[in-house]
């Protein structure tokens, strides 16, 4: 079975998820957004890439140590009931 570009085998779960989801890379850049996070932003995946992730995304906590401790420790970032918001509208409660 041949699945459609840009969302190959394991990027059709990426694009399936129902909550908005974004990869960041080592240089706090949006590498790629899923559809849920495109339609969050309001904006493409594709005018998405390459901006500041902390441009689009405004999160109520401290981001750049929970990064670091991340990236020091090679383990995922849980951080619960924080105000997240695209700056355009106002805020929602999320779990990160």
């Known amino acids: ?53 902390f441009d689009r995304l405004h999160i109520d906590a401290p981001m750049d140590e929970a990064l670091a401790r991340a990236r020091a420790n090679q383990s995922p970032i849980f951080i619960n009931d924080v105000d997240v918001t695209s700056g355009e509208r106002p805020p929602v409660q999320c779990n990160i």
């Open 1 to 53: 079975m041949t699945y459609r570009s840009p969302y190959p085998v394991p990027g059709v779960i990426w694009a399936s998820l129902p909550l908005p989801a974004v990869l960041i890379d080592v240089d706090g850049r949006i590498f790629e957004s899923n559809p849920a996070a495109e339609q969050f932003l309001n904006a493409s995946d594709r005018s998405l890439k390459g901006q500041p992730a």
